[in-house]
């Protein structure tokens, strides 16, 4: 199958048109961002779903409800994706939404308004791996063929929402002055209440020990995992098939060195390094 079948172009990147469409970019532009919306920002596999768990819980003061009654799609829906114009009507303020979008992408209203930004970023060879193995169960998607192979299709920006470092440089250099945050997937795993304690401090709330707490615990990899408005359970087989990999999948940090050789690391680290030449920010994470 040509990679037509599986991707649109927008603005120089592919994007899966099982999730996006001509009429969704459009949208997005006319979008109207509220000054209270918050937007939760991942390259792929960074821990977007973990952001759609996660915030609703924050900014409704530690209630259940969205994740025990709306699927993650619909809860914090994604900025760039269909489901947006079907449901954005329901959306409760203070909105939480996702987006992988690099941060030229944003529409005007973004720019205008004092919505929030939290950005998650993932070691980026952790996100190779989990993006692997994503592409292996969603039918959405272009077969993976090698991860030798995937590894330079990642590499070159070729697979869905472009080069990685492009995307990090993208927000890493935005001018959002106090409207950004920026964390790592790692920190959230090493310490799920403290991060939590750091996301609520930056949206203004000011939540108690009990209830920071709570929200750790039902934001747990294994909480998400037996939760069907989360763990893609609802998804029809032909679009994720959890018998060749699960959404959720292993939730951990390093898996990358059971799948990089010495060979694939030196590629990526000669190719990340040159990508981010010169730019004034360090990453959480050595790249060797
Ligand atoms: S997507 O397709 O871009 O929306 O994927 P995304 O949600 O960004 O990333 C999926 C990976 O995040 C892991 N995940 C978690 N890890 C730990 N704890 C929690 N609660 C959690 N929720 C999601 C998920 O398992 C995917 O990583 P891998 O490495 O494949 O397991």
Known sequence: MSLDTFYLQFQGLVLPRETQSVDSLNFVHEFKFEDDDVLAVTFPKSGTVWMQEILPLILNDGDLTPIQTIPNWDRTPWLEETRLSLVVDQLKPPRGLVTHFHYDLMPASFHQSKAKVIYVMRNPKDVIVSFYYFHQMAGFLEDPGTFDE???????????????????????????????????????????????????????????????????????????????????????????????????????????????????????????????????????????
Not at 152 to 163: C, I, P, Q
Request: include cysteine; proline fraction near 3%.
């Open 150 to 288: 995937f590894l330079d299709k990642f590499l070159d920006g070729k697979l869905a929402f472009g080069k990685w470092t492009d995307h990090v440089k993208s927000w890493k250099n935005a001018k959002l002055g106090d409207r950004i945050m920026f964390i790592s997937f790692e920190e959230m795993k090493e310490d799920l209440p403290a991060a939590v304690r750091r996301m609520s401090t930056f949206l203004g709330k000011n939540l108690s020990e009990e209830v920071i707490h709570k929200i750790a615990e039902h934001c747990s990899f294994d909480a998400m995992k037996n939760n069907p408005m989360s763990n893609f359970s609802l998804v029809p087989k032909v679009y994720m098939d959890s018998d060749k990999s699960q959404f959720l999948r292993k939730g951990v940090a390093g898996d990358w060195r059971k799948h990089f050789t010495s060979e694939q690391l030196s590629r990526f680290r000669s190719i990340i390094s040159k990508d981010l030449e010169g730019e004034s920010f360090t990453l959480p994470w050595s790249l060797d």
